[in-house]
């Protein structure tokens, strides 16, 4: 049986996402994802979620797609192979040819699993969305948030 793993904040939910969880399932015969917890993305993008976790776990235990929804609350891979015995693990392409990427690849050969990388979707991703947001917030706020009230 072939057990895949991905992570992700899946904050502000987008094809992107939806694209790559997709792939993931073609793969394998179980996947599971590990939604990042609010303190585990704050210490490692130094931004807080806009959705609530339990809101995005909701969102990705709804996905037919999704076998097993799990909190992803630790940067250290290899303690989540231990606690779920993945077989595969998928990323996105941005990090492939990368240091990390190429970190990441070494520290899983080493209990044999496989990186496979899916397409980045280009065009969009949750940092241009939430850019979006704060420029819709800050410049143009009053405007857009006086229309709504009306």
């Not at 097993?68 to 595969?88: L, N, S």
């Not at 990368?98 to 970190?103: C, I, R």
Request: with cysteine.
């Amino acid at each position: 049986m072939i057990i895949g793993y991905t992570t992700g904040v899946y904050d502000l939910f987008h094809i992107g996402h939806l694209n790559l969880l997709r792939r993931a399932k073609e793969h394998c015969d179980e996947l599971i994802v590990g939604v990042a917890t609010d303190e585990l993305t704050e210490s490692l993008k130094n931004i807080s979620p806009i959705v609530p976790f339990s809101e995005r776990c909701e969102i990705i235990e709804a996905l037919k797609c999704v076998d097993r929804v799990v909190p992803y609350d630790v940067a250290d891979r290899i303690a989540a192979w231990k606690k779920h015995q993945f077989t595969i693990m998928f990323k996105g392409d941005d990090w492939k040819g990368t240091p990390q990427g190429a970190a990441l690849e070494k520290q899983m050969a080493v209990v044999g699993v496989k990186i496979v990388y899916f397409p980045y979707t280009e065009s969009t991703s949750s940092t241009r969305l939430r850019q979006y947001l704060d420029w819709v917030l800050q410049d143009n706020g009053s405007a857009v948030l006086g229309n709504a009230q009306k």
